[in-house]
Structure formats: C-alpha cells, structure tokens
C-alpha cells in the first residue's frame, strides 16, 4: 500500500537498488553475491534491495537507516549504536564498523531511486514503537548468519526486526526482487516475541 501523505503519523518503508549509490564496490559485491546465490539455488538471479525507514511522529520526522560508521561525516546523524561487519576483531577498526541511525530531520541518501516507495506499514502507534525500540536493535555481525537461520545480519535485518517487534504490517521486497537479511531479521523477532505476536502477520518470512 502506497503511503497516504495525508496521514500524520505513521511509518514509511523504503526499497532502494543496491548499488543505487553510484558505488562500484557496493554494485560489484551485490552482482557477485546475488550470482552465487542464484547459482547455488538454482535459480535466475535476482535485483537486491536495501530497506529504510521514515518515521513520521508528533510533527517530526526521523530516518532510519543503516550504513557504514565512514560513510557519513554528520557529527548529529542520530547514531543509536553500531556493530562489527565481517568478523567481531574486524570491528575494531571503523572501517569495519556499520551504524544505525535514527537521525530527526535527516536525509535518505538516494531516496529518489527508490522503488515501489514510500509503502506505509505503521500508524501512529507503530512509529511510537519504532522510535521506543531502535535503540534496543541487535547488532550482530554484518555478514555473518550468526542466527544460523540461513540468512546474513545486515541493515535489511534491522529493518525487519524493527518493524516485526513494533508490530508493523508485513511486506516484502518489490515483484521480482530480494533483500538479503531480511529473513534474520524476522527469524530473530519471532523468537524474542510471545506465541500470540510473532506468529500472527510476521510469522512466515518473504522469500
């Protein structure tokens, strides 16, 4: 469902290409990633998608987005926290580190690639729930299935989790594409949640 500006309050989900960026590096790493993944499923290759997040409350509105701890040079970005990407000794190093930020008034960088966007997935309760638990976001390591649920911790698992825990409608990556972590993020809210809130619309992951 197409997000109504009219509505106030509410959470707006936002699919952005991978590489949209303009990064050689990050459209490279996606393309080899999504080949093996689809060679090894047997399967034709799919566009990859990065999540995020505008959180419209009271007036204010507060962008959640994962990205690199170097990525942006912002002193007030809104940084909850952060964690290690590839290996936990890796993240010693900034280099290594990702962030996630719940920044009020900031920008989504490349929001105008985004594609079937905004989707709105919340009401006024949901983002209260959304702004009351970023700060509480797990941050395994980056690229790792530490969860060993078959699916990598990434920004997009963020996401997912926030939006699982915070009671939000489901939804799935636009027709014909994927958002790798996406299922961690699920995975790891049905466990933490009670019978009666995990397995009701966030019970079954997308593919």
Not at 170 to 183: D, N, Y
Request: a positive charge; hydrophobic letters at 40%.
């Amino acid at each position: 469902m197409t997000s109504d500006e009219t509505s106030t309050d509410r959470v707006d989900l936002y699919w952005i290409p991978l590489g949209a960026d303009g990064s050689p590096l990050v459209r490279w790493s996606g393309t080899a990633y999504e080949a093996v993944c689809a060679a090894a499923g047997r399967r034709p290759r799919r566009r990859l998608f990065h999540s995020a997040l505008k959180v419209h409350l009271d007036g204010a509105t507060h962008v959640i987005e994962v990205g690199p701890e170097w990525g942006r040079t912002e002193a007030d970005r809104g940084v909850v926290s952060g964690g290690p990407v590839g290996h936990r000794l890796l993240g010693r190093s900034r280099l290594f580190r990702y962030e996630v930020r719940c920044w009020r008034g900031g920008v989504l960088p490349d929001e105008a690639h985004a594609v079937e966007s905004p989707t709105l997935v919340g009401d006024r309760a949901c983002a209260r729930a959304v702004l009351r638990l970023v700060r509480d976001v797990p941050t395994h390591v980056w690229g790792r299935d530490e969860l060993q649920v078959g699916d990598m911790w990434n920004s997009n698992s963020v996401v997912a989790w926030l939006l699982a825990r915070a009671g939000a409608d489901a939804a799935e990556p636009p027709q014909g594409g994927r958002a790798p972590g996406w299922a961690a993020g699920l995975e790891l809210a049905r466990r933490q949640a009670s019978v009666a809130s995990g397995a009701g619309r966030w019970g079954h992951p997308p593919p």
